[in-house]
């Protein structure tokens, strides 16, 4: 008996087409909630795409953020000082998890566990990075994301 292989969460979560598709929904959602508007205020129009790119390579997919866009270190960077709070962090949270119903993103359980560990833990982090004071190791690698148990599928006839 052949065991396939256990797919990325990139992959079973659609690929870069899928990323981009939530987080252009996400932060489309971010720009008209009060309480995180002033947080993303002026964002560059690319920005969903770069954090797709992001997201992409934390799940497994390809290490574009790493190469192009100047890996760990620029993410953290990004967030220093900003003085993120903790009702922001969990609006962040819970607008990216209805963003994932409305792009259509895989509702399997074990997925949405996977989504949802990584951006409780990615989100506090960010509120550590953000504090006044801050000083992370920039020489982090960009983290990878994978499943806390692998995708239920029906077993081969």
């Known amino acids: 008996m052949i065991v396939p292989e256990t797919p990325t969460l990139h992959d079973w979560a659609g690929g870069r087409e899928a990323l981009v598709r939530l987080l252009t929904i996400f932060y489309g959602h971010v720009l008209e909630d009060p309480l995180l508007e002033p947080v993303f205020r002026g964002m560059d129009p690319e ?15 390809p290490a574009e953020y790493s190469a192009s866009h100047g890996g760990h270190a620029h993410m953290v960077g990004r967030h ?3 003085g993120i709070t903790e009702e922001q962090r969990r609006r962040w949270v819970t607008l990216l998890l209805d963003a994932a119903d409305e792009a259509g993103l895989p509702a399997d359980p074990e997925f949405r566990a996977a989504f949802a560990g990584y951006l409780e833990w990615g989100s506090r982090l960010a509120v550590v990075f953000s504090a006044p004071g801050a ?23």
Not at 47 to 61: Q, T
């Open 47 to 61: 920005h969903p795409k770069h954090v797709a790119v992001w997201l992409g390579e934390v799940f497994g997919g």
């Open 80 to 82: 220093l000082g900003r």
């Open 135 to 157: 000083e992370p190791n920039p020489h982090e690698p960009v983290p990878r994301w994978d499943w806390p148990m692998p995708p239920w599928q029906p077993p081969a006839s």
